[in-house]
């Protein structure tokens, strides 16, 4: 079949916010049907990188730290961007985990990667999962980072995420998602007690999953028996 789409044709490109942080492209476009579409602003970022960082007795390793964007405290993955001098995003995750929580060594994985939101973005983010990682330094903060490590068991902390204890960014669930996967599907020995431990919370959980489900079920039905 052939693909009826394509992509827009650039006119013009000028960039119209620059600093450390982001790059702010403004462009002309148009598209495939004659349309000029002007501007068009695209953020230019650094890639990302964000881990799944676990100890060898099965503790996530999470941080918590004030977000202004939501101007909230918030719990999350370990993570940050990449750097000019990384040659991969694997240098990038270790050197975050290390500083944001003093714990490194360890097994590395890559889980996958996407598009943090393609539609005004240029950046990827890379998920990574890492296992029997251990405090190793103490923390080496930025200036700006007030951050505190919490642990937390593997399995409690993803049954917790997947009810929506937490609110966690998307891209960390994503790759809370894709590590997920990786530990239940992977032959790799060295996974067999993380596979165990979530397998065992996995044939647990229905029965408080049907009670939500019922709950929200009710819920409903109250709902739409008052309207």
Known sequence: MEDRLTPWNVLGSTITYEDRWLKVRSDRCQNAHGLVIEPYH???YSNWVNVLAITSDGQVVLVREYRHGAG???VGLPGGTTETGDA???EAIQRELLE???YGGGQFFEVGHSYANP???NNIIWSFLAIDVQQTHEQS???TEDIEVVLQDLAEFNQQ???GTYDLQAMHLATIGLATQFILTSRLPQLQPLRSKLLLQYDSAPHSSD???ESRISTSERGEAGT
Do not use: M
């Open 42 to 44: 695209v953020l230019e």
């Open 88 to 90: 991969k995003p694997l």
């Open 119 to 121: 539609a005004n973005q």
């Open 72 to 74: 909230q405290i918030l």
């Open 100 to 102: 944001e929580t003093g």
């Open 141 to 143: 903060l930025d200036e």
């Open 161 to 163: 995420t997947w009810q």
């Open 211 to 213: 009670e939500n489900n």
